[in-house]
Structures are given as C-alpha cells and as structure tokens.
C-alpha cells in the first residue's frame, strides 16, 4: 500500500495492461480457433493413398503407376517407335505428286513462224499464256547396296534395346523403392528402440531419485542416471528425423505429391515388417546370371549389332541405287490457247544413280562406322567386368548381413536376462548401479544392432538380386 501511495499511477498501469491483454486475447481467440480448425480439415481431409497400409508389394506398384523415372522411360519408349519408323522408311515405297500453275504476260511469250510468216500468207503458232500440270508417282527402290536390309535388322536391334533401357529404369527404380520401404521400417524400429531405452533410464532416475530421497544412495547415483537420460535423448531426436527423411524419400519414389500442410511427419502405415527369409545362392551361380540378365548387357549387345549395321549401311555408298518407279501425269495444251483443254497418261521406268568417286565421303563413313563399332566392343567389355565387380560387391555385403544376423539370434534375449540379474544384484547390495546403467546401455544396444542386421541383410538381399538381373517386377505381382 505504501509503495501504490508513493506512485499513484501504478494502479491504472496494471488496469490499462490488464485491459489491453484481455483485449488483445479476445481479438486472437477467433483467430486461433480459426487455425485450429483449418489444422484439423487439413489433418482429417489427407488424401486417402497417404493413411491407406501400404504393403511392399503395394509400395512397388506405385512405383510402377507413379514414378516419374519410370513414366519418363516409358515415354523415351514410345518415342523409340518414331525412330523405328524412320529406321524403315527406306524399304518402304514412296508416293509423290507435285502440280504447278503459271500465267504469263501474253507480251513476253515468243511466237513461232511457220510457212515463211505472216508476211507471205503463211500462219504463226503462239504458245499458251497459261500453263499447269500435275503428277503423282510411286517411287520403290530395289537395290540400295544393302542399305534396305540392314534398316530392317537395325529397326527390330533399336525396338529390342529401347526395351531394356526401360527395363534397367524399372529395375533401377524397383530396387531403390524396396531400400526406401526398408530404411522407413528401420527408422520406425529405431525410435521404438531408443524410446524404450529413453523409459528405462526415467524409470531408473526415479528409482535412484526415491532412493537418494530415503538416504540410501547418494547424489552421485541420481546426477549419474540424468547424464544418461540426457546421453540417450539425442539417438531418440536422430531417429525420429531419419523417420522424417526416410519417408519424404519413399513418397518421392512412389511419386506422391505431399500436401504443404504435412511437414512434421508424413502417415504413412506400412504393413510389413524387416524379415530374414533365406536367400541361397553362390558366388559363381551369381555372376553367371547377372552376364546372361542383366538389361544393360543387353543394351550394349544390341549397340554392338547396331554398329555392325551402320557399317553395312556406311560400304553401301560404294554401290550404285536403283529405283522403279509409276506415275500419273496430266498438262495443257502448250500451244492451243485453252486452259481447260489437258493432256494425261501413265508413265513408268527405271532409274539408277551411281557415285564413281564422292570425294572420299563414303571411305570417311566407313572409317567412322569401324571406330565406333570397336567402341561398342570395348564398352561391352568393360561393363561385364564393372557388373561381375558388381555381383562380386553385393554378395560380399549380403554374406557379412547374413553372418551379422545369426551372431545376433540370441543376444537381445542375453542382454535382457544380463539386465535383470544387475537390477537384482543392485536390489541386494551386491551389486552397482554403473553395473545397472551399463546392462541397459548392452541392451539398447543390441536391440539397435538387431533391428539394423535385419534391415541390412534386406537391403543385402535386394541389391544382390538386382545385381544379379532378377526381374524386380515379380515381387510387384506384373
């Protein structure tokens, strides 16, 4: 009271501030109910392929239907039939019809004098002012130095390795979604792991807490079960955001378009789970199947034949062409003064063309058509060694998950068992509580290790089948 006497105006300080809150509240309350509301459409009108399960299988056909990759190979497909197209034209024959109109100044068109002219009673033709003409022709070759045959053989090559480009990108894809499906599995399983070893080690701190409390422990064992709360909360908030990440990677492999209103965490429900089916298969086995697989290999065999063909198609220059062709032909009269008046009739041949000497062109193409054709041998070569190396790697890698995986069977149940005897040992003043911390710290991790040989012995697996060439879409049901 003293003190409001002393300053008179603190009182309508704390009205007017008290007022000016309650206004300020009840000016906000409408907006927040407003962001509360469109929160809750946003989170209850969610598109329905984002909370629906999603199994493995269903992951791989989205892939299929959704993924921008292999929509963008499927389109380098169809357009692979224009070239095809193109490829043929050769053999195929060609129509052609051309017509043409012209009027010209009756001034400017020379006459012809016959029977000693006009002068001497003889008469004079003048040409028409007016003139046309129109034709149509087939025009099919016969003989093209080889070239006809060899664009047929390169169509059916360029169809055939257009197809397994667009295998490898389906395999390509596949692959990284079943990755992307196994590292959202392992993160969820992550944060189940460090979530339990987050309670165990509270439950721990209040347990030393109420015992500090009661005199029978000192300080030292309560500060010594924060530090290892405050140690393990860290893996929790790194596991969450590989949650975070590894979902944001799945839904952009699966081609999904997020709403901006998910950013926290996408729901996605996946159904199955990290499993260890056994996966027999030898090294040599292995690397004899991915040489005889493999849609790249395919590819740069059929470059190679590819090269062949266009060394064919490079020597033809050499040989002469030969064409047949029929026509159609109708024109004016060139001296009857009569537009309307025509000529017509049929028409047909044979014609040949020929380069003796094409200033060394052909001899250059040929040149160029060899050097790329030891490429495409050399670049076949090179990429079985890279693919053997391949299949050598990923065997090596699912090997180690494998063995990683058996040494881990029954060490979590250890581990377990090893916590429950120090908890007991402790309870009877036989034991510590560093005895405690660190039986909790074996266990978290080897459930850690666990979980993480599962996901690694999967992700083993899948690398190691699509080294090897095994169709990915099997396991999408296509």
Not at 112 to 125: H, K
Not at 158 to 170: G, I, M, N
Not at 441 to 453: D, G, N, P
């Amino acid at each position: 009271m003293k003190r409001s006497d002393e300053h008179p105006d603190h009182g309508i300080y704390h009205v007017s501030l008290s007022c000016f809150a309650v206004g300020l509240i009840a000016l906000l309350l409408p907006l927040l109910s407003q962001a509360q509301t469109n929160s809750a459409v946003t989170v209850t009108n969610l598109p329905a392929w984002i909370t629906r399960p999603l199994s493995l299988v269903d992951a791989l056909n989205l892939s299929l239907q959704q993924n921008s990759s292999i929509r963008e190979a499927r389109a380098d497909l169809e357009a692979t039939y224009g070239l095809v197209v193109q490829t043929r034209a050769v053999v195929l024959p060609k129509v052609r019809t051309t017509g043409n109109y012209t009027d010209t100044d009756p001034s400017d068109i020379d006459t012809f004098p016959f029977l000693g002219g006009a002068s001497t009673g003889g008469s004079t033709f003048v040409q028409a002012h007016q003139n046309w003409r129109a034709d149509i022709q087939i025009v099919q070759s016969i003989y093209e130095g080889g070239r006809m045959g060899s664009a047929l053989r390169a169509a059916r090559l360029t169809k055939e390795q257009a197809l397994l480009h667009y295998q490898t990108a389906v395999a390509d894809t596949l692959v990284s979604t079943r990755v992307a499906y196994y590292d959202v599995l392992l993160a969820a399983q992550q944060i189940v792991v460090h979530e339990a070893s987050v309670d165990l080690l509270s439950r721990e701190l209040e347990d030393q807490q109420h015992r500090f409390e009661a005199g029978t422990v000192p300080r030292f064992n309560v500060l010594r079960a924060e530090v290892a709360v405050a140690n393990e909360r860290p893996a929790l908030i790194r596991a969450r955001n590989d949650s975070r990440i590894a979902k944001n990677n799945l839904s952009n492999l699966l081609g999904y378009n997020l709403p901006r209103s998910v950013w926290e965490d996408i729901p996605l429900q996946l159904v199955d789970g990290l499993q260890a089916e056994p996966y027999p298969i030898e090294l040599p086995a292995a690397i004899e199947q991915a040489l005889e697989r493999r849609t790249e290999l395919g590819a740069l065999r059929k470059q190679e034949q590819l090269q062949r063909e266009n060394v064919i198609n490079a020597r033809s220059g050499y040989k002469p062409s030969v064409q047949l062709f029929a026509g159609y032909d109708v024109h004016n009269y060139e001296f009857v003064d009569d537009p309307g008046r025509d000529i017509r009739g049929w028409n047909a041949g044979a014609q040949m063309s020929w380069d003796i000497f094409d200033g060394l062109l052909t001899r250059g193409k040929v040149l160029q058509a060899r050097a790329q054709l030891d490429r495409s041998r050399a670049e076949l070569e090179d990429s079985s060694r890279r693919i053997e190396l391949e299949v050598r790697t990923a065997y090596s890698t699912f090997i180690e998950a494998r063995e990683v995986l058996e040494s881990q069977e029954k060490v979590q149940e250890e581990a377990e068992e090893a916590l429950r005897l120090a908890r007991a040992r402790a309870d009877a003043g036989t034991g510590t509580q560093l005895d405690v911390l660190d039986a909790e710290t074996s266990l978290t991790q080897a459930r850690t290790t666990q979980v993480q040989a599962l996901h690694d012995y999967a992700v083993a697996r899948a690398r190691l089948e699509r080294a090897t060439g095994q169709d990915m879409t099997v396991m999408a049901g296509k």
